[in-house]
């Protein structure tokens, strides 16, 4: 990003983002997120809960696997490692408060660089939350998760908890204490474990049952530790099925249900689910939300959506009203986040290099989300589509129906019944008149 800035101030020439309603044709504010507009009894801001990406929006430098940075950060010039990460912090505060962004989340080495010293980690760590702590307590702006990279580093080629080196798993250890330390110190809301290496590139090297049992291991001595060091957040699992690995454990919300419970860490862990990683997974977002939420562990979500035409992870901002207010139904009807949020896991393209770009990236994700909100709310009190889909099981509701719910019919009572009351009748499924419900109220 090509900012020229002589003090303090990095993102110059843009001010502080207000709401000026549907009419606005500034491009620097919101049409629809009013932070204090109640909506089913809670703010806009208590509903959504949105947070910056530390990484995609402070480090992400426009890189990708054909040719090099094309963001110029003016943060991240100083030869002092600590002085340059607390420039980065000030441009992150400034840019949080002016967009009125209320949460942010870091990778430990988001924050500052790491070395393979662990001790002087831990000393550079604890230098930059106290300033976080400083920064966070001068503007409001919170903590919503903290997380350790355990990709990154040449050590976690073979992955960090699922190594099948003992000694790179300690490594790993070694930084998740040290980024549990900076969330517990920084009242952090949860703190997530995202696998990107735990998993194989070929099954012929690995033994995944033992890999498996590690990487359960090591979240339990995690927990462990930070329960006792006070920690009463959420800790979160984020699913992707694969990239960086061919395959990884954590493939989509089913199967890390199906972990925690195998595991014994549903009480304490829930997911936090991302748009594209669910689309990476074969499923729709919306798919991946109702999975948690039914299971009584939907954690958080990583906003951001994917592209249609190609196969990895984008990372792009969501745009998109119609998919969003799918989601905005099941996260209504779960009653919302406790204590999670949106987190905009999402990056400015490699040729949007203008520092107001960052801005509009965040307006439009953040006006997306605000309208869906506004969109399903109104579809859940005026018009009949949770009315419809409750009566679709209304055969449940009474008689043999309900009595199978109940558990009080056998095989046998299902034979008896089919047979005593002929062909069932056809009846709609009405597809098409859902769909033009969520579109009447667009
Ligand atoms: C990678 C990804 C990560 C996690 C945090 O696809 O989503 O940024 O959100 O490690
Ligand atoms: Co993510």
Redesign the pocket.
């Known amino acids: 990003m090509s900012i020229i800035t002589g003090d303090k101030e990095f993102f110059k020439g843009v001010g502080q983002i207000k709401f000026e309603g549907r009419d606005s044709k500034n491009p620097l504010a919101f049409r629809w997120y009013e932070a204090d507009r109640v909506v089913r009894g809670k703010s806009m801001k208590e509903w959504l809960r949105f947070a910056c ?1 530390y ?1 995609h929006s402070f480090n992400g430098d426009g890189s990708d696997p054909f040719g090099g940075r094309t963001h110029f950060f003016p943060w991240d010039t100083n030869s002092d490692p600590l002085q340059r990460a607390k420039d980065k912090m000030d441009a992150a505060f400034e840019f949080m408060t002016k967009v009125n962004l209320p949460y942010y989340c870091f ?1 430990d080495v988001d924050l500052i660089d790491h070395t393979n010293d662990v001790v002087e980690n831990e000393k550079r760590m604890s230098q930059i939350t106290d300033y976080a702590k400083e920064k966070q307590a001068a503007s409001g702006v919170e903590l919503l998760w903290g ?1 350790a ?1 355990l990709f990154s580093h040449t050590r976690y080629m073979n992955g960090a908890a699922t190594n099948p080196d003992f000694h790179v798993l300690a490594h790993g250890g070694a930084q998740v204490k040290s980024a549990l330390d900076a969330t517990i110190k920084l009242g952090g809301a949860n703190y ?1 474990f ?1 696998g ?1 290496r735990e998993g194989y590139m070929s099954l012929l090297n690995t033994n995944m049952k033992r890999e498996q049992e590690h990487l359960a291991k090591f979240l339990h001595v995690a927990k462990d530790y930070a329960r006792a060091a006070g920690f009463t957040g959420t800790f979160l699992i ?1 699913p ?1 099925p694969c ?1 960086p690995t061919k395959h990884q454990y954590d493939y989509d919300a089913a199967t890390v249900i199906g972990f925690l419970e195998h595991f014994g860490l549903q009480n304490d862990f829930k997911l ?1 689910l ?1 748009v594209n ?1 669910a689309t990476l997974a074969g499923h729709t977002f919306q798919h991946e939300v109702q999975v948690a939420a039914q299971a009584g562990l939907l954690g958080s979500m ?1 906003a951001n959506r994917g592209d249609y035409q190609n196969g990895w ?1 984008t ?1 792009q901002f969501p745009t998109n009203v119609n998919e969003l207010v799918e989601t905005l139904l099941i996260i209504l009807e779960a009653g919302g986040f406790d204590k999670g949020g949106i987190n905009f ?1 999402a990056k400015i393209r490699r040729n949007s290099t203008d520092p107001a770009d960052l801005f509009y990236a965040h307006i439009g994700g953040m006006d997306t989300f605000a309208r869906a909100l506004v969109v399903a709310d109104d579809i859940l009190e005026h018009s009949d589509f949770a009315k419809l889909r409750k009566e679709r099981y209304a055969s449940f509701d009474k008689g043999a129906g309900a009595d199978f719910e109940a558990g009080k019919l056998d095989l046998e009572a299902l034979r008896d019944y089919a047979a005593a009351n002929g062909e069932p009748a056809i009846i709609s499924g009405q597809q098409e008149l859902y769909e033009n419900i969520i579109n009447q109220y667009i």
């Open positions: 990406a990484w990778h997380t990279n997530v995202w990107g984020e992707k990239e936090n991302e990683h990583d992870d990372d896991d």
